[in-house]
């Protein structure tokens, strides 16, 4: 890997805020975090530009709703290619959690997340974005 330096110009107020900022989140230097925010910024441009892209997505609820583990689990039957695994977590006697993830086209990624989180009786959803890796050295 060919590393390079630059320099950057910037407000002192944002630099100090910048430095407070990276404080709180532990990082241990400038490039690390910069470095972070910059891969951030790719992994967008690859979901908005319907890259290929990894997601996690999560779904908490109650499994006494009629037929809605039926309907969860159907959905992931119907997008087979873009599941790649998942874990049903029994949280209480009526909570469950379930956590998928996928890999694909992340338009197909959202709207199967959309399909499952709409579902009737899901309490709370969501989709996290990450990416493949490849583009990100
Ligand atoms: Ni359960």
């Known amino acids: 890997m060919n590393i390079i330096r630059f320099g950057i110009s ?11 900022l990276i404080k709180k989140k532990k990082y241990s230097n400038r490039s690390e975090a910069i470095r972070d925010l910059i891969r951030n910024a ?3 441009e690859e979901v908005e530009t319907n890259r290929e892209v ?11 709703k009629r037929q809605l583990s039926e309907r969860l ?13 998942s874990m049903h977590v029994h949280l209480d006697h009526l909570n469950c959690l379930e956590t ?3 890999q694909g086209m992340s338009r ?13 009786g899901v309490k709370h ?9 490849k583009n990100l050295e």
């Open 42 to 44: 790719l992994v967008e």
């Open 108 to 120: 197909d990624v959202k709207q199967l997340a959309d399909l499952l989180i709409s579902s009737k």
């Open 10 to 20: 910037l407000p002192a107020a944002l630099s100090k805020k910048f430095d407070q």
């Open 73 to 85: 689990t159907q959905l992931q039957h119907s997008h087979h290619h873009l599941v790649l695994s």
């Open 125 to 133: 959803g969501n989709l996290n974005f990450s990416s493949t890796g």
């Open 54 to 64: 990894v997601a996690v997505v999560n779904l908490l609820y109650d499994h006494h």
């Open 100 to 102: 998928i993830v996928m």
